[in-house]
């Protein structure tokens, strides 16, 4: 698996407009979101304890592959993105279906994708330069800490927790 930097640099050239960097925030959540939900109708039920596992291994994950200086924002805010599509789910859990989740799902990648085009942003993806489904998975596995890591740069307030 590549390291985060090398992923990182490769991202932020292809998410310069600040405004694809947002849509792309949106997005991310609800494909998270979605994918949430579905797994908790479907596999299995997401109680507080799971919820409390799931941020504690991607701390744990964040922590140990996160390679900048920012290294503490990023897990912070990547850990808090996901509280938060998690907790939504849990909320909304009670208004949505299956069937819900997945056009919320399909929606949100049409948008992320629709984003590229409107704002003239080639996406990352048509440019892998190695394995497809492993540089897919590698920028998957990645997109949240991309994501906060990108508007935490462009907007000097997202900065919660100075690294020093």
Known sequence: MQSYSSIQ????M???????CIVHFFTTFG?????????HNNVTK?????MIEILAI???FCIICIDT???NTIVFLSVLFLFNCIFTMLYMDNYLNSYGYSIIFT???LAQELSHVFFYEEAMMYHYDGFFLEDFLTHGIYIVPLIV???SKNHDYLYIIRDE
Not at 14 to 20: M, P
Not at 46 to 50: D, G, L, P, Q, Y
């Open 58 to 60: 991607t701390s744990i």
């Open 107 to 109: 929606s949100s990648v």
């Open 149 to 151: 890591q990108l508007l």
């Open 69 to 71: 200086e920012e290294k």
């Open 9 to 12: 640099t490769k991202f932020n």
């Open 46 to 50: 997401i109680t507080f304890k799971k």
């Open 31 to 39: 494909v998270l979101f979605s994918i949430f939900g579905l797994v």
């Open 14 to 20: 292809y998410h310069e407009n600040e405004y694809n």
